[in-house]
């Protein structure tokens, strides 16, 4: 369950897409609609950053920030899901993702994280994993929405431009780390406690094991990852190489 982007960065579903050849843009409904949505998004995502810097100047250490951003952090990654939601069910004419697929995933395995490990098993809460991955998430998203926002605006400055296909570099293995390091000091307590497993005999006659199911979660990391980020570089040698050419023909 890859995911920063994030995490790292997200696998490109852009609302304004930056290939050569464009796509019918959405309605003007559709249009503000996305515009309110991803500034909100922004600033959600700014006020966890906020929270972090402030939360390490209080306490002058970076062990244990978590809780100083939880419940944002809760709120505004299952947010997304809202986002995935609309795009991959069309709902937004115009709007389609460029990799449905890699994109839900990877959502999926953001709120997964935040959700069924980081809140589930507080124990991690307070590893410096958790820190690496909120990290990386923050400000992939950061630049994500804004991305998304001057664009939907027709007005993206090339900074913006340039970190959403750049800081992904170094963003995506730092979270995907911070991800697998949480998945993997939460096991013990997975298997001491028995969490969300399902034992025979039940009259379901069904049994699961979340144990089992994280070591699962962390092999997929191995075929997923390297798609996504290899996405992201085809897309980043396409959009900034475009952009390159653009400026020259000016």
Same mark, same amino acid.
């Given at each position: 369950?890859?995911?920063?982007?994030?995490g /790292?960065?997200?696998? &490109?579903?852009?609302?304004?897409?930056q290939?050569?050849?464009?796509?019918?843009g =959405?309605?003007?409904?559709?249009?503000?609609?996305?515009?309110?949505?991803n500034?909100?998004?922004?600033?959600?995502?700014?006020v966890?950053? @906020?929270?972090?810097?402030?939360?390490?100047?209080?306490?002058?250490?970076?062990?244990?920030?978590?809780?100083?951003?939880?419940? =944002?952090?809760?709120?505004?990654?299952?947010?997304?899901?809202?986002?995935?939601y609309?795009?991959?069910?069309?709902?937004?004419?115009?709007?389609? =993702?460029?990799? @449905?697929?890699?994109t839900?995933?990877?959502?999926m395995?953001?709120?997964?994280?935040?959700?069924? @490990?980081?809140?589930?098993?507080?124990?991690?809460q307070?590893? &410096?994993?958790?820190?690496?991955?909120?990290?990386?998430?923050?400000?992939?998203?950061?630049?994500?929405?804004?991305?998304?926002?001057?664009?939907?605006?027709?007005?993206?400055?090339?900074?913006?431009?340039?970190?959403?296909?750049?800081?992904?570099?170094?963003?995506? =293995?730092?979270g995907?780390?911070?991800?697998?390091?949480?998945?993997?000091?939460?096991?013990p307590?997975?298997?001491q406690? /028995?969490?969300?497993?399902?034992?025979?005999?039940?009259?379901?006659?069904?049994?699961? &094991?979340?144990?089992?199911?994280?070591?699962?979660?962390?092999?997929?990391?191995?075929?997923?990852?390297?798609?996504?980020?290899?996405h992201?570089?085809?897309?980043?040698?396409?959009?900034?190489?475009?952009?390159?050419?653009?400026?020259?023909?000016?």
């Amino acid at each position: 369950m890859a995911a920063s982007g994030s995490g /790292g960065s997200r696998a &490109d579903n852009g609302y304004g897409s930056q290939h050569p050849r464009r796509r019918k843009g =959405p309605g003007a409904l559709a249009t503000a609609y996305l515009v309110i949505y991803n500034v909100v998004m922004t600033a959600g995502w700014l006020v966890i950053a @906020v929270g972090l810097v402030r939360a390490y100047l209080a306490k002058g250490s970076y062990h244990s920030l978590y809780y100083s951003i939880e419940k =944002p952090l809760k709120f505004f990654q299952t947010g997304a899901l809202l986002e995935e939601y609309l795009l991959i069910a069309k709902f937004l004419p115009g709007i389609v =993702p460029s990799s @449905v697929v890699l994109t839900a995933f990877q959502v999926m395995s953001r709120v997964f994280l935040t959700w069924a @490990v980081t809140h589930s098993v507080k124990e991690v809460q307070t590893e &410096d994993s958790v820190l690496l991955f909120v990290v990386a998430w923050t400000i992939t998203e950061i630049i994500r929405y804004s991305f998304y926002t001057f664009s939907l605006l027709n007005h993206l400055p090339y900074l913006i431009k340039w970190a959403r296909y750049t800081l992904f570099i170094v963003l995506y =293995p730092m979270g995907v780390s911070g991800e697998l390091l949480t998945i993997y000091a939460a096991l013990p307590f997975v298997r001491q406690s /028995g969490l969300y497993s399902i034992s025979l005999p039940n009259k379901y006659n069904f049994s699961f &094991d979340y144990y089992t199911f994280l070591i699962l979660v962390m092999i997929s990391y191995i075929p997923i990852f390297p798609q996504l980020y290899f996405h992201m570089l085809h897309q980043r040698r396409k959009v900034l190489s475009h952009t390159e050419e653009h400026k020259k023909s000016e």
